[in-house]
């Protein structure tokens, strides 16, 4: 059964500092994995793709990695503004459906 | 370029009702994909349509159906309301979701109410 599983469930952050957030995902066959930013009320807006064979992928202050072997991805927020607050959200990919992880809520206080 | 458009916005039903959801993808776009999203269960698949036909279907009871036009355009309708019905549905559009690096366009999303 594909699964992804999500770490932290939420978080909260000063604005100015980084944050990783993780993401464990069971899927077979792999295709792809990405990483969606969700603010509140509003639709996912995609942040990063990852295939097997890429390992790093920023997008700005954010930087996605891969570990194929391991079956692990993290996001990585550089330098937290207030608009990063958000539902961040991992999903794994194969040839046919995408699994949704629960999303992180991240909160960046001022 | 238009973005996925997403009517209505917001919409209040009582129990038992139906409803129906419209999706506009962007220009294109033959993909379409609807999802469930509830504050407990994350993003839930419901089902996909590519060139007019249903291409794959989420576990939900078949009081939840879809369709696509042939101008890729696609609705939802929700028979019969429960009050475990209200969430923020999705949709996404994709040139074909099924590539290796397709990228999904979601919408603002129709927050249903179920009173």
């Known amino acids: 059964k594909n699964q992804v599983e999500q770490s932290p469930q939420s978080l909260i952050i000063l604005e100015g500092k980084n944050c990783t957030l993780q993401?464990?995902?069971?899927?077979?066959?792999?295709?792809?994995l990405r990483w969606y930013k969700q603010d509140t009320g509003r639709g996912p807006v995609s942040l990063t793709i990852m295939t097997f064979s890429e390992n790093t992928k920023s997008n700005g202050r954010y930087t996605a990695t891969l570990d194929a072997d391991t079956k692990q991805s993290s996001l990585h927020i550089t330098a937290s503004q207030l608009s990063d607050s958000a539902s961040y959200i991992c999903v794994g990919s194969n040839d046919y459906k995408l699994s949704f992880g629960a999303g992180t809520t991240v909160t960046v206080r001022a | 370029k238009a973005g996925v458009t997403q009517t209505p916005r917001y919409l209040i039903k009582t129990r038992g009702q139906q409803v129906t959801l419209s999706c506009s993808p962007i220009?294109?776009?033959?993909?379409v994909s609807w999802y469930q999203q509830t504050p407990g269960q994350g993003l839930q698949f419901l089902f996909e349509y590519f060139s007019e036909t249903q291409r794959n279907k989420g576990n939900f009871p078949g009081r939840f159906s879809g369709r696509q036009f042939s101008n890729s355009r696609s609705e939802m309708n929700v028979s019969t309301l429960e009050l475990g019905d209200s969430a923020l549905y999705l949709c996404a559009s994709s040139q074909d979701s099924r590539r290796v690096n397709g990228e999904l366009f979601f919408g603002e999303g129709s927050r249903l109410t179920v009173l």
């Open positions: 993401c464990n995902y069971t899927v077979s066959p792999f295709s792809n």
């Open positions: 220009s294109g776009h033959r993909s």
